[in-house]
């Protein structure tokens, strides 16, 4: 069930900087591409997602860039603050068919 | 707020026991999709449901079932319970693409 590969696994950034992660995936049937951020003790909670059509969409401080030929998207937090401290992962999925979650990135920003 | 419920919060079992965990929609989503989450992982998909049928079914085995009602509701069923079973156990609710999230039933088999 290796269909979805996520990286790196933990990051550590200063306060005001970028973070940068990354979903590589192998089912070209996939056609919607969401980040999840999970605090702890907590469920997943949508971030942002993106369809295939579009290479890129912005909300706010996140971004989500799209590469369909590498078949990677990437989760890219501006600014990052210390409350956005969390794990985050990706979890693409197909019309009609369930999410594949990725291992996970646990994001620690300092301040 | 009219999130997903889940219940209990936590809970302890022995090896060999049965447990039965428990979710409640968003209000207006049809969908409820069950996901385990070990310690340090992913979220894995366990089934689907909608319709009160099950649609699609992850990796695990017939231990795990699963019903939903009339009001959407759901519950997610374990038997003869094993260690590896311990962990958190999401309950995601849908109505279209985008999933809300329980905060999960933390699970101890001891």
């Known amino acids: 069930q290796q269909q979805v590969k996520q990286s790196p696994q933990s990051l550590i950034v200063q306060k005001g900087g970028i973070s940068i992660i990354n979903c590589a995936y192998e089912?070209?049937?996939?056609?919607?591409f969401p980040w999840y951020q999970q605090f702890p003790g907590k469920g997943p909670a949508l971030l942002i997602a993106?369809?295939?059509?579009?290479s890129e969409k912005k909300e706010g401080r996140f971004t989500i860039s799209f590469n369909k030929s590498a078949k990677q998207f990437s989760l890219h937090i501006m600014d990052s603050q210390p409350g956005d401290s969390a794990t985050y992962f990706c979890?693409?999925?197909?019309?009609?068919?369930?999410?594949?979650f990725g291992a996970g990135t646990r994001l620690t920003v300092k301040p | 707020d009219a999130g997903v419920t889940q219940s209990p919060t936590h809970l302890i079992k022995t090896r060999g026991q049965q447990v039965t965990l428990r979710c409640s929609p968003k209000?207006?989503?049809?969908?409820v999709s069950w996901y385990q989450q070990a310690l340090g992982q992913g979220p894995q998909f366990i089934f689907q449901?909608?319709?009160?049928?099950?649609?699609q079914r992850g990796n695990f085995p017939d231990r795990f079932s699963g019903h939903q009602f009339p009001n959407y509701s759901s519950e997610l069923n374990v038997n003869a319970l094993l260690l590896g079973d311990s962990a958190l156990y999401l309950c995601?609710?849908?109505?279209?693409?985008?999933?809300?999230f329980g905060s999960g039933t933390r699970l101890t088999v001891v």
């Open positions: 995601a609710s849908s109505s279209g693409r985008g999933y809300t």
């Open positions: 089912n070209t049937a996939f056609d919607y």
């Open positions: 993106i369809r295939p059509d579009v």
């Open positions: 979890a693409p999925k197909r019309e009609n068919n369930d999410m594949r």
């Open positions: 209000s207006g989503h049809d969908t």
């Open positions: 449901y909608y319709e009160e049928e099950e649609r």
